[in-house]
């Protein structure tokens, strides 16, 4: 009997090859995505040899199109992105901005039309939030102040990125392209039929999918059984996913969103993205195969300067854009710098655009090829770019008196106000970093009456610190002014709570020069960094998964000794 077979090759072969390649791309230090890519242009129609089924492989893109996009709306924090929204939000609308208008100049000097300039320069404004999230994992900053900037900038753009996929399909026929709605509605009316279908989504999810799902979640997690769960989430995903599209008329990448916003309402959310995250990663590789499979690798030959073009914009305009306007919102020079880095690269988001783009008849083949050649080539220099930024602040700060008047510049946050009195900056705490572990250790300072001082990057927490009267003082630690501004000088103890542990060194150097009798506390996640302090700096280094689990054992002893005493009477 006869059996088609093609799923089967097409899988095995996209999943084999994609380990080998991805493998490849790791020993050569650079993104396993890039290996995926290249996996996908191997099996695809433009080179010789064994040709997967592109028909299906689009399919299984769909399937990681939705995982990939109910992964993002799990790890989406509102609150995240509030914390950081004085500068990701004007900051990623208006570099949008500036990188569309970019790629629609280059589209309008290549003859194209209206919505392919479009789509060309909104697919090149989008960095990849996957690359983002693993070269700042790979760097320790993602718990970071630079690291939550970078994240919310791309949180921003992803959801500017939504919301292009929602009305795309309602303009294309006045853009030049398919017209998806009725020919003889006017745009208004296609315009508003769309939202007020979006709208609706978004109210049944909020209103019952909030409550629902949740629900449902916990009612199979009873059950104990994790295959269960494991399938509720994909199912979750997948069909939620499914009939917005059907229901509602919306993208499958908006329904997935929402799926992963609402299940993150749970208190079984972690739980949720650790059990799919194995087949995420597999459909995610699909996903980036079927895209290399799309890749014509002629265009590097045939049209080379208009792949230089490309790549000027990816990784220069863009980021010379948000350069600007980072120090235009008057953050430090190594913020703008590492901004700049994690926008110098495109990804999921420009293959999703791409593609709609090309059902819709709006953006031609060359255009996508464009973007795939500009995607593979900045994803692998994107590393360069993060290991460039140490060096290059270091150069620009020699060399300019401008860049280093700016570092401090005359910002009223920078210094502390004149009506904190003398005895609320002697023997007080100097607090570096008000995060959560931060946040909690003012807390419990304030309930103790003692004072302190808290030294935060976030200029957005400073000035809410200010209007509680609590003194604070914005901008790097690692910057001897910011340390002076926090009366280091007649500190009793340096408490250094923030995540990012590349600057506690030069930290714990200044507070020792400007104190000598300065007590240290830092706080780290890596046991051989915190040995390291230890010996370097003589000051108390905790180390969080260790001291925790010290902290629950005493819990636990307590809670022994007091059931042991309360059995005794």
């Known amino acids: 009997m006869d059996h ?34 290249a996996a996908g242009v191997i099996i695809g129609p433009a080179t010789p040899g064994f040709v997967a089924d592109v028909a299906l492989a689009s399919q299984l893109a769909e399937i990681g199109v939705m995982l990939l996009m109910f992964g993002v709306g799990l790890h989406f924090s509102l609150d995240d992105l509030l914390e950081v929204k004085g500068i990701a939000l004007p900051g990623a609308v208006l570099q949008i901005a500036v990188a569309t208008l970019l790629g629609m100049g280059l589209a309008y000097w290549w003859d194209w039309g209206l919505g392919a300039g479009l789509v060309f320069g909104l697919a090149l404004s989008v960095a990849s939030t996957v690359v983002l999230l693993r070269a700042l994992e790979d760097r320790g900053q993602l718990d970071s102040f630079n690291g939550r900037i970078a994240v919310g900038w791309l949180v921003v753009e992803d959801l500017v990125t939504v919301l292009v996929l929602v009305l795309l399909p309602a303009l294309a026929g006045p853009l030049g392209g398919k017209s998806t709605g009725n020919p003889d509605a006017s745009l208004w009316a296609t315009l508003g039929w769309t939202l007020l279908q979006v709208g609706a989504f978004v109210a049944f999810m909020l209103v019952v999918g909030r409550k629902l799902f949740p629900w449902f979640l916990w009612r199979v997690a009873k059950t104990g059984s994790r295959e269960l769960f494991t399938l509720a989430v994909i199912a979750a995903a997948v069909g939620i996913a499914f009939g917005s599209s059907h229901l509602f008329g919306v993208s499958f990448a908006l329904g997935a969103f929402f799926a992963g916003m609402v299940l993150r309402e749970s208190e079984l959310s972690h739980r949720a993205a650790e059990e799919s995250l194995p087949l995420r990663d597999a459909f995610s590789v699909l996903f980036f195969v079927s895209v290399g499979m799309l890749f014509d690798p002629r265009v590097l030959v045939e049209h080379p300067l208009q792949v230089l073009a490309v790549l000027a914009i990816i990784l220069f305009g863009k980021s010379l854009a948000a350069f600007v306007l980072v ?69 620009v700060r020699a060399r300019s008196a401008h860049a280093r008047r700016m570092e401090r510049s005359p910002d009223p946050l920078a210094e502390l106000p004149a009506n904190v009195t003398h005895e609320r900056l002697t023997d007080q705490v100097v607090l570096v970093g008000y995060g959560r572990v931060g946040r909690r250790i003012a807390e419990e300072l304030t309930r103790q009456g003692v004072h302190f001082v808290v030294a935060e990057q976030n200029r957005e927490m400073v000035e809410e610190l200010r209007r509680r009267d609590q003194p604070a003082v914005a901008g790097n630690a690692a910057e001897p002014a910011v340390l002076i501004q926090a009366h280091i000088a007649r500190a009793a103890m340096l408490v250094i709570a923030t995540p990012d542990t590349f600057h506690v060194r030069a930290m714990i150097e200044t507070a020792k020069v400007l104190n000598p009798g300065i007590k240290v506390l830092v706080r780290t996640h890596n046991e051989e960094e915190a040995r390291l302090l230890r010996e370097e700096t003589g000051g108390t280094v905790l180390v969080g998964e260790h001291e925790l689990a010290r902290s629950m054992t005493r819990h636990v002893l307590e809670g022994l000794a007091h059931a042991a005493t309360a059995a005794a009477h």
Do not use: C, D
């Open 4 to 37: 088609n077979i093609s799923l089967i090759t097409t899988i095995a072969a996209a999943l084999g090859l994609g380990l080998v390649f991805g493998m490849l791309a790791v020993r050569l230090r650079l993104p396993a995505l890039v290996g995926y890519l």
């Open 327 to 395: 120090l235009v919102l008057r953050y430090p020079l190594n913020t703008a710098l590492t901004v700049s880095a994690s926008l110098a690269q495109i990804g999921e988001f420009s293959f999703i655009l791409a593609a709609l783009g090309m059902s819709l008849g709006l953006l031609p083949e060359l255009g996508q090829n464009l973007i795939l050649a500009g995607a593979i080539v900045s994803i692998a220099v994107n590393p360069v770019m993060f290991k460039a930024i140490a060096p290059l602040e270091r150069w």
